[in-house]
């Protein structure tokens, strides 16, 4: 499957964002999407997952409470609203593809989209 994100951009602190991931290949009911992320000098690290075919949904806990995953099954996207945005959230956002059912680490994925950049000024 090959993933393409979009939706990144600028935005000042306080702001929301939303992030979009366009899968073209079959997304099965047992995957798991996540959003990751990778700021400057640092590891890439979990942002959010969602179980394809339940939904479920899952944070990091540096963006509870801001961040809301979704899907769209019919148009096979995946969706990271982000609010209340701040300049730590500033990275490159990728969407990935976990065959595994695991979804907490980089690890655990299979496919990854190129990035799209947040950048969250004051």
């Known amino acids: 499957v090959q993933l393409q994100a979009s939706g990144g951009g600028w935005v000042q602190a306080g702001g929301s964002l939303r992030l979009s991931c366009v899968a073209s290949?079959?997304?099965?009911?047992?995957?798991?999407m996540g959003w990751l992320r990778q700021a400057p000098g640092k590891e890439r690290e979990f942002v959010a997952a969602?179980?394809?075919?339940?939904?479920?949904?899952y944070y990091g806990d540096s963006v509870k409470g801001r961040f809301a995953i979704s899907r769209d099954s019919g148009k096979n996207t995946v969706y990271l609203q982000m609010n209340s945005l701040k300049p730590e959230d500033t990275a490159v956002y990728y969407c990935?593809?976990?065959?595994?059912?695991?979804?907490?680490?980089?690890?655990?994925?299979?496919?990854w989209g190129q990035g799209t950049q947040v950048t969250v000024s004051l």
């Open positions: 990935a593809r976990s065959r595994s059912g695991y979804f907490s680490s980089p690890k655990e994925y299979n496919d």
């Open positions: 290949g079959r997304i099965f009911s047992s995957h798991t």
């Open positions: 969602i179980r394809w075919g339940v939904g479920n949904s």
